[in-house]
Structure formats: structure tokens, C-alpha cells
């Protein structure tokens, strides 16, 4: 694929997006943010790293932009916390346990899959709605279970992990502009 056709396919992907849904999202996120209610934030490979770039961008920008402490929580970034679970449990309960113990009422969560299929997350959604949290997405492909799992979802409809990552990546940089 050459530089052209990437970025032709980038900024396809991008027009396609539904950014009435997406404004919405941001707002719902805005309000959990301003109220002091936490947002965990969780995504496995590439996605946790988004994850934690998401984290970084909310905890130092939004509040700083807001003048006020907001509290924004990776449940990908404790590598021992992970191990453990994983290794105790299983791989599919490292998100689902952590919100167990973490999570309050008025939280939310926020997963991160190019595929929407990943186990864990899918279980974190799910363990997330049992404790009344609010659930969004960020999902590439066509979305998978975690597209009719989360409450609100914006859907990347392409393939093309590194071009999702991408499109993933920007969310957290319109939540910072959006305000």
C-alpha cells in the first residue's frame, strides 16, 4: 500500500464516521468527567496503548483545560495486577475482576477493540452493566459482540487494524477539543 492510498483510505474512513453519534458520546463522556465520576478505560495490544495515550491526554489535558481533577483509569496499564488475575482466573476476567472492586455508581466504561470480539472486554462490558455503569466503545471491523454490548459505540467500518488504530487514537484528542 503506498502513502496515496493509505491516506485516500484514512480519510474515507473518516467521512464515513457518524459524527452526530460521536458528538454525542463526547457530551456523555464530558458530563461523567465534569462530575468527578471515574471513566475506566481498557483495550488489549495496540488498544491498551491507546488506552493509556487516552489516559495521559484526559488526566493532564482535560484537566487542565477545566481546572479541575478528573479521574480517568487504564485497567490495561498494571502489568502486575494483570498477571495476576490471568494467571489466578483467567485472561478474560483481568478487566471485569479489576471494575469489581474499582468501579462506583455514575462510573463508566470506555473499551478500545480493533475487532469487538475480545473476550475480556466483552466481559468487562457486560460486568460494567451489572454494576450500573454507563458503556461505551471504540470498535473497528464491523464492530463484533462489543457493537451490541455497549450503550453507545463509535464504529471505525474498516478492516484495516492500523488505519482503526489510527481513527481510534483521535478520540481522545476530540474529547479535548470538544470542550
Known amino acids: 500500500m503506498d502513502v496515496n492510498h493509505y491516506f485516500d483510505e484514512v480519510i474515507a474512513t473518516l ?6 453519534l460521536i458528538t454525542q458520546i463526547l457530551e456523555k463522556l464530558s458530563v461523567i468527567l465534569k462530575e468527578g465520576n471515574t471513566l475506566f478505560v481498557a483495550g488489549n495490544g495496540g488498544s491498551g496503548a491507546t488506552a493509556s495515550h487516552f489516559v495521559n491526554d484526559m488526566v493532564k489535558g482535560f484537566s487542565l483545560k477545566h481546572q479541575l ?6 485497567l490495561s496499564d498494571n502489568t502486575p495486577t494483570l498477571t495476576a488475575i490471568a494467571n489466578d482466573l483467567s485472561f478474560e476476567e483481568v478487566f471485569s475482576f479489576q471494575l469489581s472492586g474499582l ?17 475480556n472486554l466483552v466481559r468487562a462490558v457486560k460486568r ?19 457493537l451490541h454490548e455497549c450503550e453507545y459505540s463509535m464504529h471505525v467500518d474498516s478492516y484495516n487494524m492500523q488505519i482503526v488504530e489510527d481513527i481510534h487514537g483521535m478520540f481522545g484528542h476530540l474529547l479535548l477539543k470538544h470542550n
Not at 460494567?128 to 461505551?136: G, I, V
Open 128 to 146: 460494567a452493566k451489572e454494576l450500573s455503569l454507563q458503556t461505551f466503545g471504540l470498535l473497528g471491523f464491523d464492530g463484533g459482540k462489543l
Open 103 to 119: 468501579a462506583r455508581a455514575g462510573d463508566a466504561l470506555l473499551v478500545i477493540s480493533g475487532s469487538g470480539n475480545s473476550e
Open 15 to 20: 467521512l464515513s464516521l457518524d459524527r452526530k
Open 69 to 74: 481533577p478528573i479521574s480517568v483509569v487504564s
